[in-house]
């Protein structure tokens, strides 16, 4: 099972919009509903941002939502803060209990 | 509140195995799976493996068929990772992880150098 394939980086302005993209396949993403997304900042233990396509576990802000269409899965980071900045998994239920992650996005907030 | 404490730093040599620790509280231990996931130096989060506590049924990506072993003890309600036949590759900070990748453990960095 190969990584989900996610752009190397992003950026955007403080207060601006940015989508990140996270693209498998019709045996991935595009099979099931169990699509993650995981902020990572380095050296501290990666929090999930979104489960489910497009749930947010409580205490994350209505600034993150997802997405899906097809076999890809999309992050959108609206109102974008200095602290947003981090990389950004995406994970996807692959079936038998098999799990794959992206390759992750590096999110610079200018 | 939910945590999963893992065990310390280790060094290892190359063709050695070894063995993580995750010991969870807060919530009761056989009703949800844990994964491990681990990060080398500058590379991506890399899904190994999951198990289901209440029966120990476990699964694992193809890629550490073989080599990996995850395990759990309800007595102490912990889990653990057994990585054998290192190699420099298997550097990485590894992290356990409850079921929906909701709550994480701090990560142990694992160093394989001869």
């Known amino acids: 099972q190969s990584a989900l394939t996610q752009p190397p980086s992003a950026s955007g302005s403080p207060g601006q919009s940015v989508t990140i993209s996270c693209t498998g396949t019709s045996s991935d993403i595009g099979a099931y509903k169990f699509v993650s997304w995981c902020q990572h900042h380095p050296g501290k233990a990666p929090k999930l941002m979104i489960y489910?396509?497009?749930k947010r576990p409580s205490g994350v802000p209505d600034r993150f939502s997802g997405s899906k269409s097809g076999n890809t899965a999309s992050l959108t980071v609206s109102g974008l803060q200095a602290e947003d900045e981090a990389d950004y998994y995406c994970s996807s239920y692959i079936g038998g209990n098999n799990y794959v992650f992206g390759t992750g996005t590096k999110l610079t907030v200018l | 509140q939910v945590q999963l404490v893992q065990s310390g730093a280790e060094v290892k040599t190359p063709g050695a195995s070894v063995k993580v620790s995750c010991k969870t509280s807060g919530y009761t231990f056989t009703s949800y799976y844990i994964h491990w996931v681990r990060q080398a130096p500058g590379q991506g989060l890399e899904w190994m493996g999951i198990i289901n506590p209440s029966d120990g049924d476990t699964s694992y990506t193809q890629k550490f068929q073989g080599r990996l072993t995850v395990t759990s003890d309800t007595s102490t309600s912990t889990v653990y990772m057994d990585l054998s036949s290192l190699r420099s590759e298997d550097t990485a900070v590894y992290y356990c992880?409850?079921?929906?990748?909701?709550?994480w453990g701090q990560g142990t960095l694992v160093n394989v150098s001869s």
């Open positions: 992880t409850l079921a929906g990748f909701d709550y």
């Open positions: 489910e396509v497009n």
